[in-house]
Nanobody
Framework: QGQLVESGGGLVQAGGSLRLSCAAS????????MGWYRQAPGKQREMVALIASEGRTNYADSVKGRFTISRDNAKNMVYLQMNSLKPEDTGVYYCYARGLGGLRWNDYWGQGTQVTVSS
């Protein structure tokens, strides 16, 4: 079955930067949307950034101007460059992809990578 694997999380001071990466396995076909969601302690999971196959992007208002999402369709990769990080950005970041696998249209989720921003 298809899988998503995230990397790049860690601990950083406020104002610093991190770059998250996510790789989708080759068994996931025709991926249209890819992106990142996050869940802070005691909060619901929320959309951070999404990118369609043609490059159209959507960002949460809280990260506009600070985060940049990009993708490499040939490699089935999606990235999130996070600059000017704030303590409020702390949480578990989950990679997301929608595509075909096992002859079905599915939503795929990574296991998550922890991002901690210290004040």
């Amino acid at each position: 079955q298809g899988q998503l694997v995230e990397s790049g999380g860690g601990l950083v001071q406020a104002g610093g930067s991190l770059r998250l990466s996510c790789a989708a396995s080759g068994s996931i076909f025709s991926i249209n949307n890819m992106g990142w969601y996050r869940q802070a302690p005691g909060k619901q999971r929320e959309m951070v950034a999404l990118i369609a196959s043609e490059g159209r992007t959507n960002y949460a208002d809280s990260v506009k101007g600070r985060f940049t999402i990009s993708r490499d369709n040939a490699k089935n990769m999606v990235y999130l460059q996070m600059n000017s990080l704030k303590p409020e950005d702390t949480g578990v970041y989950y990679c997301y992809a929608r595509g075909l696998g096992g002859l079905r249209w599915n939503d795929y989720w990574g296991q998550g990578t922890q991002v901690t921003v210290s004040s």
